[in-house]
């Protein structure tokens, strides 16, 4: 046996010494998250982890660094890419953020990239080609390996984009396939600001169809979009990856290669938190993150008696956050009904000492409320449409419940206001953001209301008002429970 063992080993010995590896390193929705929150994320740990790596990689991003953060949101986009540039990145796509300053800031943006925005799907709709400092692939060698790498841009921009146009991904894709091809590629990667995970309601993912129709011909795809972490999932022999938000995490992907031929053999994943205790810190990136650190922001704005979370508790489907944001509303607009949107919380917001730049990572958005009326019949609707099947929406004034069946789905759903069901013919007053009463993302709907039903309310944004909250003495969570599962 031994004997046999030995030979084994002999034998196979060739085979290992034919392999190379390389190593691929993914981000996703940095959002301007630069510093560790909580021991955790940032870009100096990110670093720190890299420089611990092999010398030779290659490091991509799938979209939406633009906004998220009050470094981002004064500078409209461009300190998050100068701490991009920094980090030495070799290629991102186009995020649905990216559009967060409005179309007129958009080429600002992309010009100051020192790497490629990679968008096979994206061209100016003048002259149908693609727009300055995008192209829709990049071929770049890394330890002897010949990649190329895709890029397949988000398109739903917050804003609206009328100057350019987004074709179908699978057309784009194959198009751009039969380009790189021809330059004879070992690895083929692509990058996208979508996900297999995504449940959010409406969204029809074309992702996993990559694997479907290019098989063979696309190796790894790195995702995004949906804040999800997927690892090592496979299909039809394409590695699916996802690396979640906020630089919280990075993937690292190990590339195989043919020593000999050079030709992709496999790959795996592995998700590394970034807790800055046990990956350290890069002294020389996080100096530089220090020039980029908004002043002012940190100034206490009060205290909160509890963490406000933003995600749900078992059987329900609101949370304290959320509900508490959601109040603020109906109370400063004299509304009936409020309809916060949960995308629009980003943090929770910590136990004890709360600031501007808390807030602001709670509710990067600058979006004020808006009234709307609307008939008892859209609100079921819209009511109904939000459950994917968690709840895209938190709201108060309203009680709802529901049942799930055996394979989890949501049912039976009740709608009561004032302890009634909701009458199809009456008109409600409700109250919104800005972004969701015009129709924006989840809130599609909204586009059927007419404008002489919408009315802004106040010059005040919600991070406004959750500022003056806090301004009466400390914050406490609200009960949740105003979506509730019943057994």
């Known amino acids: 046996m031994k004997k046999l063992t030995l030979l084994a080993v002999v034998l196979l010995a060739p085979l290992f010494l034919l392999a190379k590896t390389t190593v691929v390193y993914h981000t996703s929705d940095t959002h301007g998250f630069f510093f560790p929150k909580d021991g955790r994320g940032g870009f100096a740990a990110l670093a720190s982890v890299i420089k611990q790596g092999p010398k030779n990689y290659l490091l991509v991003d799938s979209g939406d660094f633009a906004n998220g953060t009050v470094e981002t949101r004064n500078s409209k986009g461009l300190k998050a890419v100068q701490i991009m540039n920094k980090m030495g990145y070799d290629a991102t796509t186009l995020g649905n953020h990216e559009f967060d300053f409005k179309e007129a800031n958009f080429p600002a943006i992309v010009e100051a990239l020192e790497f490629p925005m990679l968008a096979a799907n994206f061209f100016e709709k003048e002259t149908q080609t693609y727009p300055p400092h995008i192209t829709p692939y990049l071929i770049t060698t890394k330890n002897g390996v010949k990649f190329a790498v895709i890029g397949l841009g988000n398109r739903e921009p917050t804003n609206p984009a009328t100057g350019y146009t987004f074709s179908k991904p699978m057309v784009a894709l194959d198009n751009a396939l039969e380009q790189v091809e021809k330059e004879n590629p070992d690895v083929v990667i692509v990058i996208v600001h979508d996900s297999i995970a995504d449940d959010k309601h409406g969204t029809q993912s074309y992702v996993t169809d990559i694997a479907k129709q290019f098989g063979g011909r696309v190796h790894v795809v790195f995702g995004g979009h949906a804040h999800k972490i997927v690892q090592n999932?496979?299909?039809?022999?394409?590695?699916?990856?996802?690396?979640?938000?906020?630089?919280?995490?990075?993937?690292?992907?190990?590339?195989?290669?043919?020593?000999?031929?050079?030709?992709?053999?496999?790959?795996?994943?592995e998700l590394i938190p970034l807790i800055v205790a046990k990956t350290g810190e890069d002294k020389e990136i996080k100096k530089y993150l220090d020039t980029l650190r908004e002043p002012g922001v940190d100034e206490v704005v009060g205290k909160t008696t509890e963490v406000l979370a933003k995600d749900p508790q078992a059987g329900r489907l609101d949370s304290p956050l959320n509900d508490w944001v959601a109040d603020l509303m109906k109370e400063y607009s004299g509304a009936q009904i409020s309809i916060h949107n949960?995308?629009?919380?980003?943090?929770?917001?910590?136990?004890?000492?709360?600031?501007?730049?808390?807030?602001?990572?709670?509710?990067?958005?600058?979006?004020?409320?808006?009234?709307?009326?609307?008939?008892?019949?859209?609100?079921?609707?819209?009511?109904?449409?939000?459950?994917?099947?968690?709840s895209l929406f938190t709201y108060s004034g309203l009680q709802i419940t529901y049942k799930t069946n055996k394979k989890?789905?949501?049912?039976?759903?009740?709608?009561?206001f004032n302890g009634k069901p909701l009458k199809n013919n009456t008109m409600y007053t409700i109250v919104t953001n800005a972004y969701i009463a015009g129709g924006g993302s989840e809130g599609y709907l909204f586009k059927k209301i007419p404008a002489s039903a919408k009315k802004q309310v106040g010059e005040k944004s919600i991070r406004d008002l959750m500022e003056d909250a806090f301004k009466k003495g400390p914050v406490s969570a609200p009960a949740t429970g105003r979506i509730l599962e019943i057994k």
């Open 233 to 269: 999932h496979v299909e039809n022999g394409v590695l699916f990856v996802e690396s979640g938000c906020y630089v919280q995490n990075v993937s690292k992907v190990t590339v195989t290669t043919d020593d000999k031929t050079g030709k992709f053999v496999s790959a795996k994943s």
């Open 342 to 390: 949960n995308g629009g919380v980003r943090v929770d917001l910590p136990q004890g000492t709360i600031t501007k730049r808390d807030l602001i990572e709670a509710h990067p958005f600058d979006n004020q409320v808006t009234l709307v009326t609307v008939s008892g019949k859209f609100l079921k609707k819209f009511i109904k449409t939000g459950f994917a099947p968690r």
């Open 408 to 416: 989890g789905k949501i049912k039976k759903i009740k709608i009561l």
